[in-house]
DNA sequence: CGCCTTTGACCTGCGC
DNA sequence: GCGCAGGTCAAAGGCG
């Protein structure tokens, strides 16, 4: 890692540390299920606090030369003199001042999300860097490797044990000459540890989501992809095409779910006016991953949008993180898996049998978005704390991902990239490898074009959000 | 020029 | 075998 990414890196610990300090000024250190227990007591105290504070913000900031405020304050006073309404004027100020204390917590809180983003990307840079490096070494012995990347509960580590996650990188060669090697995999075996450490973030957000998805899905065979895998094998009947279904509001034709989709058909379906569209994932040459995209026939807000298939590279970045956040606030929001649901809620997620997994994100769009905190039911991560912990500064973040997740465009980027992960579950992890080294420079577009679609809205025609 | 959408034709699976 | 409906193909044209 360069200089300039050390310095980055101190600077998101500064930010989150300040936000620490900001959110838990007077707050003494508190283990986990402390902080939970004292939650009630502390949502009463934390009016009376954030008022305090807001009032002396209030008057640090106001002080400033700001003189139309001033003015309006002065107005503010001889009408309190004059009409005696004292009380009421003070209610105003208050919330004015609160409001204006919530405004630079959000502004600080939007800092924060996108250096998390921008380091996500960085991360994902550097192990492609990485693999690349590894790939060259290899070839440049004249060996074959196989690099796997295999998720996977890892009883070894006693970190990853605890959260129930686990990460391998695995460098596997083929060579008969292995005596010869053994220097070599000794160098294998100090990158692995190098690259084990940077991938434990991005794995713990992966894994946090694969891990609490059951083995419904049935698996198809996909061109191309060989189930070749000893470590994870499918047991799904191999020609059944796995689906995922999402509901979801939007006013848009179509939304971007962090993969570009090429329209190759249109049908008007019996029973439904609204006619289906047919997409085909174009991230990566060959990719045999389809969606249908169509409006509900009840509710013409909602877009129903159908993925079929298992991606043959690497999802981009941001949709990865996006998943992995969402699926955090799906289950917490439900505290349930993807159950076939036994209720009558139309809401519940279910999987049914002849649609597959069936995601409907359009109950909490307009009242109540989803709240959750980050990350779910784990412990902070050790190394290259990509989110801040919950515990730490759980709340803190908890506005903006809430405001996030209840975003439909959100939502379909999370349904885009759970499906992927649901898809690529059981499925040989060298492939994936494989692809990524071929179409590197597809899945680097596709990150850029990620970053692209979460910094502004572009105008696209199939990279619209 | 390359990539996209549109759209009619064609293919395929399924029920009768 | 036939008809229907869903899904896919591919030519044509648009757009940047």
Redesign the pocket.
Known sequence: MGRSEEEEDKQTQKMDLSLKIDHHTSEPVKADHEVEEEEEEEDDDNDEEEIARAAKVDKEEEETPHEAAMAAEDQIEEEEENNGSMVENTKAREELSLLQVETDRMKEENEVLRKVVERTMKDYYDLQMKFSIIQQNHSNKHKEPQISLSLENNSKDDHMKKIGLGLSLRLETSGTNEEADQDHQLEESKYNKVLLQELTSVGTLLSSVQNKIPRTIHQHESPGITNNAGHVASSSPPNKKSRVSVRARCEAATMNDGC?W??????I???NPCP?A?YRC?VAHGCPV?K?VQRCLEDMSILITTYEGTHNHPLPVGATAMASTAYASHYQNTNTTFLPSSSSNPNHNNIDPSKGLVLDLTSSSSSSPPTFSWPPNTTPFTNNNIFPTSSSSGNHHHHNVSAIASDPKFRVAVAAALTSFINNKDINHSNNVHNNNNGSSDSSNSNRWILESLSSSPKG??HQF
Do not use: A, L, P
């Open positions: 570009q090429r329209k190759y058909g249109q049908k379906s019996k029973g289906r047919y174009t389809r249908q025609k199939t």
